[in-house]
Structure formats: structure tokens, C-alpha cells
């Protein structure tokens, strides 16, 4: 059952991929040109399954990825940038069958995927950086954060009748701060929901992409009341709505 949804995952992953192997070099170098840094990165991670019916057998599938990133220069803040990001993913599936029988099928691509950053300057009323959302800052409660102050509200969540909340602060990369632009797509992975965004209504929610102050509260909390726990990120809105 996993192995049968790991396909699922691939093929779905392959059909989103932008630049396969024979345009890679040109989008490489397209990207190399705009960059003035590059970060590289490698994970292995592997993972044993074992199918006890109809031909029982054992799959190791170890996942072999080398993450490229070029990051534009950023020459004024506040600003947003498109970082390319190419990843190398080699799948090794190893499978052993209960009579000794072993084969290996080994799967390549290349996947280079856009990643979008609001990028700004670091003010002295931003939370600091690392206050994820757990952080006890961030906590609702208020014997937690007792004389907390009340940060304000952004504009624009007002303007539409919504509560502002913070993420979890943005990541710090020299010196200033990238907020990620999420997807629909991406926000079930909790590590690039970052920064101020707007939530309520009729479960509504907007990114702003916009660093966290002081005396800001988790998602879903109204100060003195607590945690709204109906509440979730079903209806986006905003310029990332559309996937
Ligand atoms: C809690 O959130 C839900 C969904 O967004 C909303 O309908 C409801 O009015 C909220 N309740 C309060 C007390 O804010």
C-alpha cells in the first residue's frame, strides 16, 4: 500500500516538474546568471517495507536528493524574489523476495521548482528569529505571555475583515528577512508556513508574507478569549489562491 501510493506520489510529482533533464543545462545557467549565491545540499533517507501476502517480499527504497538554490541578488528591501530551486532525485528500489530472488530499479529526474520569498529589512520590533510556532511568544495563552502587548493589526486583514496572526517568525538569511510565499499546495508542511497572516471569517485565510512583531499571537487565537479551534485554512485568498 505505501509502495503503491509512493508511485502515486511520483507520477504526480513528475507531471509538476518544469525543467526536465534536457533543458536542465539551459535553465542552470539561465538561473546561474541572475544568481549571486548558490546553496547545495544532499539528504539520503531510506525506508523498508514488507509485503507479507502474495509474494512476500522486502523494498528498501532509498531517495538520494541534491538540492541546488540560486538566490537572485536582492538590491532594495522590501522586496520579493524568485529563488530557482533544482533538486537531483535518484530513487533506488531494492527488493528482496522471500526465495532469495533480489532486483533493483533505480529512478532519476530532475525537478527545478520557483520558490517565491518576500524579502525584508529586520526591524527592532520583529520577534526574533527562530520564534516557530509552538514558541511560547506565539502561545495563546495569557498566563504565558503575561502584559503581553497588543500588536497591530496589518491593514489589509482588517480591510477584510479578518484577525491577524503570526506563522511563526520568517527565516533569517543574512541579515534580513525571507518570508516564503506558499501554495495552497504547501501548507501542509508546517515548516513554510512563516510569517503574519490573516485568518477568520468563514475560514478564510491570506498570507502577508510580512515578518512577526512583538506582541503578535498564533494563528486561530483572539487575546482573552483563546485558541478558535473550528478554525483552518480552508479558503485562500490573496494572489497564491489559485494552487
Ligand atoms: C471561529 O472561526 C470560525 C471559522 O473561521 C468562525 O466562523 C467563527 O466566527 C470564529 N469564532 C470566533 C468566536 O471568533
Not at 91 to 98: K, T
Not at 120 to 137: C, I, M, N, V
Not at 165 to 174: E, K
Request: negative net charge; hydrophobic residues 35%.
Amino acid at each position: 500500500m505505501k509502495f503503491q501510493s509512493l508511485f502515486l506520489c511520483a507520477s504526480a510529482f513528475t507531471g509538476g516538474i518544469v525543467g526536465a533533464s534536457p533543458s536542465l543545462a539551459t535553465s542552470k545557467a539561465a538561473a546561474a546568471s541572475l544568481a549571486t549565491k548558490t546553496r547545495i545540499w544532499s539528504t539520503t533517507e531510506s525506508s523498508v517495507t514488507y509485503y507479507q501476502f502474495i509474494n512476500p517480499r522486502k523494498i528498501t527504497l532509498i531517495t538520494t536528493k541534491t538540492v541546488t538554490s540560486y538566490e537572485p541578488s536582492v538590491a532594495t528591501l522590501p522586496t520579493t524574489v524568485t529563488e530557482m530551486v533544482v533538486s537531483h532525485v535518484t530513487w533506488e528500489d531494492r527488493i528482496s523476495y522471500s526465495n532469495g530472488d533480489r532486483s533493483t530499479s533505480i529512478t532519476s529526474f530532475v525537478a527545478t521548482v520557483p520558490e517565491t520569498w518576500a524579502v525584508a529589512k529586520p526591524q527592532p520590533t520583529d520577534l526574533p528569529a527562530g520564534t516557530g510556532a509552538g514558541a511560547a511568544e506565539l502561545q495563546c495563552s495569557e498566563e504565558l505571555n503575561p502584559g503581553r502587548p497588543e500588536a497591530a493589526a496589518d491593514p489589509l486583514c482588517t480591510a477584510h475583515g479578518l484577525k491577524t496572526g503570526c506563522q511563526g517568525q520568517c527565516a533569517l538569511r543574512d541579515n534580513s528577512w525571507w518570508c516564503f510565499e506558499m501554495h495552497e499546495r504547501d501548507y501542509t508542511n508546517a515548516a513554510l508556513r512563516m510569517g503574519r497572516a490573516c485568518w477568520g471569517g468563514n475560514l478564510e485565510f491570506r498570507q502577508l508574507n510580512t515578518p512577526c512583531v512583538v506582541g503578535d499571537v498564533g494563528m486561530a487565537c483572539v487575546p482573552g478569549q483563546g485558541l478558535n479551534t473550528s478554525w483552518g485554512a480552508v479558503n485562500w485568498e490573496g494572489p497564491e489562491a489559485a494552487g
